[in-house]
């Protein structure tokens, strides 16, 4: 298993073509992530700065302490005002907390994929360099037992020469009468057993040959293989893409209903904040000034 939990069959490796094409699916991930973020920052900013208006616009308001009111208009008053900064205070917390989420998972992306590139890179280049061994270590044994088998029956043709010709000398010092004849018999031994040796040469170096094509053979088909293993890969990486696709859309969603239900709650309290000024306004029996946050 590779570092990011791909399935490699042995003998094969990745295509660094299709590797690239796996990280570039991931980048544009991380920079749609990155984008969101952005987005999410700037909302958060323009939210900051609206707060700010505000408590300016409320800075410069005469402080409203509904001393005139009576206990119960006040610990109204009081309520609505604690509810309000609690919900300010979550809804804040909680808006860190998406972010702080969208920031690890981008470093998360990012740091996979990396590591992911450099695992493929290098199992790739190791089963590249394993199979030229094995090939190369093929042939060698190959050249070296073909050569050894040639020197082998060099020397005992070699051999068989020196004592056919040793023959020949006896016989013609036995018989010299046929010399003619004994002659030409061992000159054809002789030539036979030439062709002979030539003949199993020439079959030994074709041998070679043929031994170092399929060896050749062997590693071009070993190659073929490793290219082929890259469709393992590139399934793993689909679904690996997958599972980041679907997990950003949930971080999207989780976003967009975090900032859903502030509105909706924020809707809620100005509604009761508008009921509370007019249970005010009926119990004091005047108006009473409209919150500046309306």
Known sequence: MSPDGFAVVRGRGYRPEQVDRALAEFARQRDSAWERAARLTVLAREMEDEVRRLAQTVAKLPPQTYESLGPRAQGLVTTAELEAAGLRERAEAEVAELQEATDGYSRGLRDEAHAYSVAVRAEAEEWARQALLAAQTVADDLCTTAGREVKQRREESLAALQEMRQRTSMILAEQEKDHTEQWDAAGREIAEREAAMDARVAALE?????????????????????????????????????????????????????????????????????????????????????????
């Not at 859903?260 to 005010?280: D, G, I, K």
Request: charge should be negative.
């Open 206 to 294: 074709e041998y070679a040959r043929t031994a170092l094509g399929e060896a050749r053979r062997r590693y071009a088909d070993t190659e073929e293989a490793a290219r082929h293993g890259q469709e393992d890969a590139e399934a793993q990486a689909a679904a690996v893409i997958a599972q980041a696709r679907v997990r950003e859309e949930r971080i999207a969603r989780d976003t967009d209903r975090v900032l859903r239900e502030h509105e909706e709650r924020r809707e809620e309290l100005r509604s009761h904040m508008a009921h509370v000024r007019h249970s005010l306004a009926a119990l004091t029996g005047k108006p009473v000034a409209e919150d500046a946050a309306d």
